[in-house]
């Protein structure tokens, strides 16, 4: 578990002060706001901190003491002091309209409407699905092909459960809304409104194997739509710790995080700005390994040299949250020679694995509210590599998280970091690899190899020769 930064090393398990309301003032608006406290901080007593400071509570995850509040004062954060309240909606108040998110219009579809519950699938269209075969993905669902019992949360826009590659593989119990940072599950908070992202990247993972359409790397898996990213395409921290929340107390196998959490991108922000957050989703994502779920996250597509957050939540370089974080298995983007993608970030030590991402005018077809749509992303290689963590889990059911991490990343075909990558051709370098071939800041371990995960893991699998 990691230590918190910035904040106080003096418990909070004494009462505070009780709050004089009258003394808050009004800003005329609502803003939330994620409050870390010291680990071990029963939930009265952060609950009181929050009262004292002019806030109220929305929620507070006494597992991580962590919790998401909401203040009408703007001097909210210092009244709670110790640097331990970070709130994005604010930030995005104070910047105006100069605060757009680069993540939604970038990494997947946007303005689409929920699927007609009538729509019929297109025929058959694997033959476009060209990073299947670079992974093997064929010939693993040959000894598996998932299971319903192992469930993939996806974290990201919501999921169209109407969707006829989807509407069997979405548990509608398991999914939730998270944009409060309180979970919701109802099906209104959880479904897709303005962007078909999370059904993209849902179907990769399990669109069903019906002759038609496309079909998903573990089609015999479940899904979980586990809302994190709103109508503007912000993925708030708040949400974000939620989300990874609600997998670990409904023990999902795997999660997919496709995003980069907001403010923008967090690449290369330094300073102690944000340490909150990035204290706050560490303590989830360790929290959810712990419990049985092996996240996964895209690298972003900053195209930027990315370093892994310290034992302390710190590091020096760029960072992005949650592709940064230790705890998770960190996915870069391949275009169809198996060359890194020019937008993918990379970085020794962030990086554990590489999937297809794609490079325009190649880029991945999945499924989409409406029908289906291609798209280039790191958004679109995590979810390769979530659906054959599934595949994996499904055929050891006694996997935890740290050894089906283990599989993948030893399974894979190694790349080494190449001679030379100016792919412009003006005589630059677009990015610089560090490493060996055998794990390097590009494609780490390797690109993954869906069938090596699956058969070289299964008693009795048909041989890899």
């Not at 099906?187 to 038609?212: K, L, N, Q, R, Y």
């Not at 020096?316 to 391949?334: E, F, I, N, W, Y």
């Not at 390769?384 to 996997?399: E, I, K, W």
Request: proline share 6%; aromatic share 4%.
């Amino acid at each position: 578990m990691s230590t918190a930064v910035g904040v106080s090393a003096d418990p909070l398990s004494t009462s505070a002060p009780a709050a004089d309301r009258a003394a808050c003032a009004s800003t005329g608006g609502t803003v939330r706001h994620l409050v870390v406290f010291d680990e071990g901080t029963r939930e009265s007593d952060a609950t009181e901190r929050i009262d004292a400071a002019c806030g109220d509570t929305v929620t507070y995850y006494p597992e991580i003491a962590v919790g998401v509040a909401t203040s009408q004062d703007s001097s909210f954060t210092e009244r709670l002091g110790d640097a331990r309240s970070f709130s994005a909606q604010q930030r995005r108040n104070a910047a105006g309209s100069s605060a757009e998110s680069r993540h939604a219009p970038r990494a997947g579809p946007s303005t689409l409407a929920p699927t007609d519950p009538g729509i019929v699938p297109s025929a058959d269209r694997s033959d476009e699905q060209w990073g299947m075969r670079m992974l093997e993905v064929p010939r693993a669902r040959s000894v598996s092909a998932g299971d319903p019992d192992v469930v993939v949360g996806v974290l990201d826009s919501g999921i169209d459960a109407a969707h006829p590659e989807l509407a069997g593989a979405v548990r509608a119990d398991l999914s939730v809304g998270c944009l409060s940072g309180k979970p919701d599950p109802s099906a209104g908070s959880w479904s897709p409104s303005t962007s078909g992202h999370g059904t993209h990247v849902a179907g990769t993972i399990a669109a069903a194997e019906d002759g038609t359409g496309i079909t998903g790397v573990a089609p015999e898996a479940s899904v979980a739509s586990i809302k994190v990213i709103d109508d503007r395409g912000y993925a708030d921290p708040e949400a974000v710790v939620c989300g990874l929340m609600w997998a670990a107390a409904n023990s999902l196998d795997v999660t997919n995080s496709s995003y980069v959490v907001d403010p923008g991108s967090l690449s290369c922000v330094s300073g102690t700005e944000l340490d909150v957050a990035r204290e706050a989703i560490a303590r989830a994502a360790d929290h959810a390994t712990a419990e049985g779920t092996l996240n996964i996250a895209a690298t972003t597509n900053d195209g930027v040299n990315l370093s892994p957050t310290s034992a302390d939540g710190r590091g020096d370089g760029c960072h992005a949250l949650p592709a940064s974080l230790r705890s998770m298995l960190t996915v870069s983007a391949v275009d169809s020679d198996e060359r890194k993608a020019t937008y993918s970030s990379y970085g020794l030590g962030v990086v554990s694995v590489a999937a297809p991402g794609g490079e325009a005018p190649r880029c991945v077809l999945s499924a989409a509210p409406g029908g289906y749509t291609s798209t280039c992303g790191t958004s679109m290689a995590a979810p390769y590599v979530s659906g054959v963590a599934a595949l994996v889990a499904s055929a050891n059911p006694d996997h935890g998280p740290e050894r089906i991490a283990d599989t993948l990343t030893s399974s894979t075909r190694n790349v080494p970091c190449p001679a030379d990558y100016d792919i412009s051709g003006d005589g630059k370098q677009e990015g610089y690899c560090s490493g060996y071939s055998g794990y390097n800041g590009f494609y780490g371990h390797g690109i993954v190899d869906a069938y090596a995960a699956v058969a070289g893991d299964v008693e009795g699998a048909p041989s890899l020769e």
